[in-house]
């Protein structure tokens, strides 16, 4: 598993990983489920690349940034994020940020 991008924040090293919360169509509801798995799957990914570091690249933190969908999609997010086990959601930050569906220059 990787991480997606390495960045220093006052000397300190942090590992982001970026993920969208979308499904088709978008118009239909996100669902806690979907949410769940994306969540679940991206965090334990994260805490693998953790592992795996390089000593020289190693992070202390790590960011999940979530583009979502909408404002409904980014409740979802925050709502699944909130029932998951503390094991899996140990030292990462997660970011989220709403593109109302305006996203298409971010692909």
Same mark, same amino acid.
């Given at each position: 598993?990787?991480?997606?991008?390495? %960045? +220093?924040?006052?000397?300190?090293?942090?590992? %982001? #990983? $970026? &993920?969208?919360? @979308?499904?088709?169509?978008?118009?239909?509801?996100?669902? %806690?489920? +979907?949410?769940?798995?994306?969540? !679940?799957?991206?965090?334990?990914?994260? =805490?693998? #690349?953790?592992?795996?570091?390089?000593?020289?690249?190693?992070? =202390?933190? #790590?960011?999940?940034?979530?583009?979502?969908?909408?404002? =409904? *999609?980014?409740?979802?997010?925050?709502?699944?994020?909130? =029932?998951?086990? #503390?094991?899996?959601?140990?030292? &990462?930050?997660?970011?989220? !940020?709403?593109?109302?569906?305006?996203?298409? @220059? $971010? *692909?």
């Amino acid at each position: 598993k990787k991480t997606d991008i390495l %960045v +220093e924040i006052d000397t300190r090293k942090i590992g %982001v #990983s $970026v &993920t969208r919360a @979308f499904h088709y169509p978008p118009a239909d509801p996100y669902t %806690v489920p +979907e949410a769940t798995a994306l969540l !679940t799957g991206k965090l334990e990914d994260i =805490q693998l #690349s953790a592992q795996n570091a390089d000593p020289a690249d190693a992070w =202390q933190r #790590s960011v999940l940034h979530v583009v979502a969908y909408d404002a =409904q *999609y980014a409740d979802t997010v925050e709502t699944a994020y909130g =029932q998951l086990d #503390s094991t899996i959601t140990a030292d &990462t930050i997660l970011f989220v !940020t709403v593109t109302d569906g305006q996203d298409d @220059f $971010v *692909y």
